[in-house]
């Protein structure tokens, strides 16, 4: 049996004819009569049933044919995945992060990625800084954005950003009168802090001990976007990853910032002995780019609130 029998049989049963699969395949009738006759031999199957000039598939010969089908369908499904390599280097993007890239920036960026590239099938897995680590360590994925130094073996990593946290208000808060929150201003507010999963955690509390702010927090927890989604409530004052900002809603809640300031860090990681790799590095310069459009984002939250404390002290006055 081979590959030239199989796919005589296969436009036999298409075309429902020897001459129109001959005429398809670009040789004679008989030349096609002998392959089928070859086949059957070879699998032991009467696959068709001759009556005068047409032919009939046997039962043998329909299941036969389902089974060709598949093996088919397999076949070009490798031919697409071989164009998508052709094309951007893999039909596969496998992605791997933590929440807070997870849960906000990242959508926005496979938005963008998939508008340019329609075939690429995103896989996109939400998972902790350990996790992260292992599974770019063992190539289990493309590409992961961490929020910690990563310290695996087999990891490459550059820096993605560096911003500084944002105090997170309920809309209607008084302390959205001022163009930046310091860590004095907290005295008394129900607080709503990462947990001691965050890098950023014992930091901030260094902060908020000498300025008097040191009450134990109403909740913890090591999202930012829960931490948004709780002050959008009116639960408390949050201090958060600005990242975490992204789609909040402006009619429940504001950003400042907050000073003194408090780093948040972001990490691309790939497998070290990773090939190079289209679709990753054009996915990457999304990343950067969209990256690079967030920083001045961040920037603007600052030349808000002054303008925002500005509109208040006046109509305060008037």
């Known amino acids: 049996m081979n590959q030239r029998q199989i796919e005589a049989f296969r436009l036999v049963m298409l075309?429902?004819?020897?001459?129109?699969?001959?005429?398809?395949?670009?040789?004679?009738?008989?030349?096609?009569?002998?392959?089928?006759?070859e086949l059957e031999a070879a699998t032991g199957l009467t696959l068709f049933v001759r009556n005068g000039g047409r032919i009939r598939a046997t039962d043998a010969g329909s299941a036969f044919y389902r089974e060709v089908e598949?093996?088919?369908?397999?076949?070009?499904?490798?031919?697409?995945?071989?164009?998508?390599?052709?094309?951007?280097?893999?039909?596969?993007?496998?992605?791997?992060?933590?929440?807070?890239?997870?849960?906000?920036?990242?959508?926005?960026?496979?938005?963008?990625f998939l508008k340019a590239y329609p075939r690429v099938i995103v896989s996109l897995e939400m998972r902790s800084e350990g996790t992260i680590q292992r599974w770019v360590s063992?190539?289990?994925?493309?590409?992961?954005?961490?929020?910690?130094?990563?310290?695996?073996?087999?990891?490459?990593?550059?820096?993605?950003?560096?911003?500084?946290?944002?105090?997170?208000?309920?809309?209607?808060?008084?302390?959205?009168?001022?163009?930046?929150?310091?860590?004095?201003?907290?005295?008394?507010?129900?607080?709503?802090?990462?947990?001691?999963?965050?890098?950023?955690?014992?930091?901030?509390?260094?902060?908020?001990?000498?300025?008097?702010?040191?009450?134990?927090?109403?909740?913890?927890?090591?999202?930012?976007?829960?931490?948004?989604?709780?002050?959008s409530r009116g639960l408390g004052i949050g201090i958060v990853n600005p990242l975490a900002a992204i789609d909040t809603n402006p009619k429940r809640i504001v950003f400042r910032p907050f000073v003194p300031q408090i780093m948040f860090r972001g990490f691309t990681l790939c497998?070290?002995?990773?090939?190079?790799?289209?679709?990753?590095?054009?996915?990457?310069?999304?990343?950067r780019t969209m990256m690079a459009e967030q920083i001045d984002a961040c920037v603007g939250v600052e030349k808000t609130g002054v303008r925002e404390a500005a509109r208040r002290e006046k109509k305060r006055v008037a």
């Not at 001459?19 to 009738?29: H, P, V």
């Not at 598949?70 to 031919?79: C, I, N, Q």
């Not at 497998?271 to 990343?287: A, K, M, R, Y």
């Open 138 to 231: 063992s190539a289990y994925c493309d590409v992961g954005f961490a929020t910690a130094s990563p310290d695996a073996f087999g990891v490459t990593s550059a820096d993605l950003y560096r911003l500084p946290a944002l105090c997170a208000l309920p809309a209607k808060h008084p302390l959205t009168a001022h163009e930046r929150i310091e860590a004095g201003d907290l005295r008394g507010e129900r607080l709503i802090l990462p947990s001691y999963a965050d890098d950023t955690r014992s930091p901030l509390d260094r902060v908020l001990r000498p300025a008097g702010a040191s009450q134990l927090p109403a909740i913890e927890t090591p999202y930012g976007a829960t931490i948004c989604a709780l002050v």
């Open 271 to 287: 497998p070290q002995l990773q090939q190079p790799n289209p679709v990753v590095q054009t996915f990457l310069d999304i990343v």
């Open 15 to 37: 075309r429902g004819s020897m001459t129109a699969a001959a005429e398809e395949l670009g040789t004679s009738q008989p030349s096609i009569s002998r392959l089928i006759a």
């Open 70 to 112: 598949r093996s088919f369908v397999g076949l070009e499904k490798l031919e697409i995945s071989a164009r998508e390599i052709r094309q951007l280097g893999s039909g596969r993007l496998r992605i791997v992060a933590a929440p807070v890239m997870a849960l906000s920036f990242l959508p926005a960026v496979i938005e963008r």
